[in-house]
Structures are given as C-alpha cells and as structure tokens.
C-alpha cells in the first residue's frame, strides 16, 4: 500500500507563489496516475491538476490553467504542484491522490478512481 505525504503549504500573499509536494512511501510513484485536488471551506473537493505515470502527460483544471504546474521528479519519488500568480480564492486544503491505473485524461476529476490520499497541506492566500 502506498502511503503518501503532501508538505509546502502555509500563507502566502496574493500574487505569490507556492510549490507543494507529494511524497510517496512503500511504492514509486512513478507506478501511478497522481491528482491533485483541493477543498476549500464550505465546498466541494475539486480535481485541480494530474499526471501521468511516465510524466508525459499533464492535465489540469480550466480554474489554474497558466498558474499552476505539475511535475514528476522521480529521484525523490515526488510529484510537485508549482502554484504561481495565486489568488484568495485558491485556499483550500490540497490533497493529492495515487491511482495504480492507466485512464484516459479524461477521467482525472473523478475523486472515486483514486485509490490513495494523502492526509492534505493548507493553502492560505491573504488579499
């Protein structure tokens, strides 16, 4: 089973810029599909960026498309979310998510596929 850990989160101000990890235990985790999603009080989890098991493949949310970058680095078997230009409206609590699974990119957004989360990282961005 593997295990994963986000760290990187905290406050920032508008504007600025955020890189948060996922790291994962027990397994590489370039073996799966990997998702970012995010809640934010009083809604909804959403799917916010994903990557593919190799890294060549990428897709993210019309909400962050332009602000935020995902990527694999797997010499320390992390996937990074590079948030830049960020707004109040990005706080949330960021999860990532591990699917064993190869899925079309289509499919991303579905929280029910993913078959491991982390415990979650607070993003906080001031006005």
């Known amino acids: 089973q593997v295990q994963l850990v986000e760290t990187g989160g905290g406050l920032v101000q508008a504007g600025g810029s955020q890189r948060l990890a996922c790291t994962a235990s027990?397994?590489?985790?370039?073996?799966?599909?990997v998702g970012w999603f995010r809640q934010a009080p009083g809604k909804e989890r959403e799917f916010v960026s994903g990557?593919?098991?190799?890294?060549?493949?990428?897709r993210e949310s019309d909400s962050v498309k332009g602000r935020l970058t995902i990527t694999l680095d797997n010499a320390q078997n992390t996937v990074y979310l590079q948030m830049d230009h960020l707004k109040p409206e990005d706080t949330a609590i960021y999860y990532c998510?591990?699917?064993?699974?190869?899925?079309?990119?289509?499919?991303?957004?579905?929280?029910?596929?993913?078959?491991?989360w982390g415990q979650g990282t607070q993003v906080t961005v001031s006005s």
């Open positions: 998510a591990a699917d064993y699974n190869t899925r079309n990119t289509s499919v991303w957004d579905r929280q029910r596929l993913f078959d491991y």
């Open positions: 027990r397994h590489t985790v370039s073996r799966f599909t």
């Open positions: 990557i593919s098991m190799t890294g060549g493949t990428t």
